[in-house]
């Protein structure tokens, strides 16, 4: 149990970190595009990760199978003889 605690703090000192150098790299790159006229990202690192991690938890609808049984056995067949 020990092991798992402390893989989740270092996981998420980890992300921290990740969120710190990003923020650093948006702040120079926003100095930058303002000193040269030029455009910067209007979302930060974790607006990007989270709306992904969100995302990635919406259950996702499964397509119609249109094919009928004996045309999937058949593509099923023909891949397996490649």
Known sequence: MGYLVSKVHLLAREEQYRAYIAT???????????????KTLKQSYMDIIQRQSKQAMQPQKAKKEERSPEQIAADILNALHK
């Open 24 to 38: 650093c790299a948006q702040l120079i790159a926003e100095s930058t595009a303002k000193f040269a006229g030029g």
